[in-house]
């Protein structure tokens, strides 16, 4: 669309902004995605959430943390340790206590969504950072949460804070089925992946998608 490649899966459609074919890797935006300059509150972001089918082929990266926003004291986040909120943890390094620094938090105003003093067990915190296993599905709707912010590390690299993290959702994916059809399919400069109905294998070509290679898109 517009030579702009799309994913789309069931929590909603996202831009591709990178391909990293040396490490199977998709970087995805979500425009209603929080960083560190803008907090994006009313649930009106994306998430993650995947078909049951496509989930052994497609998922965040292990290095990828998501940020949940004013989620709800009732949110299945915290019912399951009442009063401790033990889902909440730093991903490679990054967590809410370095988000908490970022200006859109000063921003925020009279839209403040909570206390960022809480001690857990006095109600949830206005953050909290989990990677995507934890949970399987990052829906905000079901969590009850006002919003997300999602960012990664490409280890071993480091970087001083949440103003210089890479905000995005970094996918991993691997390709089953057709071997032959999927390094021809590379071999033209494409991507191997399946079509709408997820049976129909189809290769990639930028702006375009062929059943054989990229060289008969052309």
């Known amino acids: 669309m517009n030579d702009v490649l799309m994913l789309h899966i069931s929590s909603g459609s996202y831009r591709v902004l990178e391909i990293d074919y040396a490490y199977s890797a998709l970087t995805l935006h979500d425009p209603h995605l929080s960083t560190c300059e803008t907090i994006v509150l009313g649930g009106k972001g994306n998430g993650f959430v995947v078909e049951p089918w496509r989930g052994p082929y497609l998922a965040p990266d292990g290095n990828n943390v998501f940020l949940l ?3 709800s004291a009732r949110s299945p986040l915290f019912q399951g340790f009442p009063g401790k909120h033990l889902a909440c943890r730093n ?6 206590e370095e988000y908490y620094s970022c200006p859109a938090w000063s921003l925020l105003g009279t839209q403040r969504v909570g206390s960022r003093g809480r001690v857990y067990g006095s109600g949830p915190p206005e953050c909290c950072a989990l990677p995507y296993e934890a949970i399987k599905a990052i829906n905000l709707s079901k969590l009850e949460c006002e919003g997300y ?10 970087v001083a804070g949440p103003t210089d993290w890479s905000y995005g959702i970094r996918v991993k994916y691997s390709v089953q089925g057709n071997d032959e059809f999927c390094r021809a399919c590379e071999a033209t400069g494409g991507t191997c992946g399946y079509g709408s109905d997820g049976i129909r294998q189809m290769c990639m070509c930028g702006s375009s998608n062929s059943t054989s290679n990229c060289d008969s898109s052309k």
């Open 69 to 71: 926003i004013g989620c």
């Open 91 to 96: 991903v490679s390094g990054m967590g809410c």
């Open 149 to 158: 912010s999602s960012a990664y590390s490409l280890a071993p690299l480091r």
